[in-house]
C-alpha cells in the first residue's frame, strides 16, 4: 500500500517555544492532507485540511493562526504548532488519499506514523 | 449526540470466541464506511472497507444497515494478535472521515 511518512515520531518541547510536523506522501501524490489530533482514550478529530497551494481549512473550533499548516509540494504537508502549551500535548497524525494522476481512488486514507507532542 | 457512536468495551473475550462491534452514525448522506484498527501509541490501519452488500475478510465480516444508520464488525475464532482497538471511521460527502472513539478488545490465552 502507499506510504506516508511523518516526523518527528516524538518530540518534547518547552512552553511557548514552536514545533514544525512534517508529513510526507512516499510514493503518491496526494492533493490533499488531513491532520488528526488524538488525546488519550478519544477518538481521532479532525483538525483541519491541507489543500496543495492553497489554503487549509480548518474544523470549527481550531485555532489557524495557532496551527500552521503548509501545503507547498504534491508531497509534502507541515504542521506547525506555535506557541505551543501543555495542553497542546497530544498525538498528531497526518493522512493522505492516493491522488496519483492514472490511478483509481480507492477512497482508502493513508496514515503516517504520528507525531506525539509533550509541552513542558 | 456524537456523529458516530461506539461501545468503547473493553470486550474481553477468550482465545477462539467470536464477538461483535456495533457502531451507529448520524449523518445519512455519509457515504462510505470502514473499519480500522489502532494499536496502543500507533496510527490507525484499514481492517476493511464496508459495503452495504455486506463483506468478509476471512475472520473478519463487516455489515451496513443504511436503514439505520448501523454498521456491525463480526471477528470470528479470535487471536491474540486481535487484541486493538477497533475504530467505526464514516466519510462524509466532502471526504472527510470521522472516527468514532473505538472499541477496545482484549483476547485473552
Known amino acids: 500500500g502507499a506510504v506516508v511518512s511523518q516526523h518527528p515520531s516524538w518530540v518534547i518541547c518547552k512552553s511557548g517555544t514552536s514545533v514544525k510536523i512534517e508529513c510526507r506522501s512516499l510514493d503518491f501524490q496526494a492533493t490533499t492532507m488531513f491532520w488528526y489530533r488524538q488525546f488519550p482514550k478519544q477518538s481521532l478529530m479532525l483538525m483541519a485540511t491541507?489543500?496543495?497551494?492553497?489554503?487549509?481549512t480548518y474544523e470549527q473550533g481550531v485555532e489557524k493562526d495557532k496551527f500552521l499548516i503548509n501545503h507547498a509540494s504534491l508531497t509534502l504537508s507541515t504542521l506547525t504548532v506555535t506557541s505551543a502549551h501543555p495542553e497542546d500535548s497530544s498525538f498528531y497524525i497526518c493522512?493522505?488519499?492516493?491522488?496519483?494522476w492514472g490511478r483509481g481512488d480507492t477512497g482508502e486514507l493513508f496514515f503516517g506514523e504520528g507525531s506525539r507532542l509533550t509541552v513542558l | 449526540r456524537k456523529e458516530v457512536e461506539q461501545d468503547p468495551g473493553p470486550f474481553n473475550v477468550p482465545e477462539g470466541a467470536t464477538v461483535a462491534f456495533n457502531c451507529t452514525y448520524s449523518?445519512?448522506?455519509?457515504?462510505?464506511f470502514f473499519w480500522y484498527r489502532q494499536d496502543c501509541r500507533k496510527e490507525p490501519k484499514l481492517l476493511m472497507s464496508?459495503?452495504?452488500s455486506g463483506n468478509e475478510d476471512g475472520r473478519f465480516t463487516a455489515q451496513l444497515n443504511r436503514a439505520s444508520q448501523y454498521i456491525s464488525l463480526l471477528i470470528r475464532d479470535s487471536k491474540l494478535s486481535d487484541s486493538a482497538t477497533y475504530l467505526c471511521?464514516?466519510?462524509?460527502?466532502?471526504?472527510?472521515?470521522?472516527f468514532g472513539s473505538g472499541t477496545r478488545l482484549l483476547v485473552r490465552p
Open positions: 471511521v464514516v466519510m462524509d460527502s466532502s471526504y472527510k472521515l470521522i
Open positions: 464496508v459495503y452495504s
Open positions: 491541507s489543500n496543495e497551494g492553497s489554503k487549509a
Open positions: 449523518n445519512s448522506a455519509s457515504q462510505s
Open positions: 493522512s493522505a488519499r492516493d491522488h496519483t
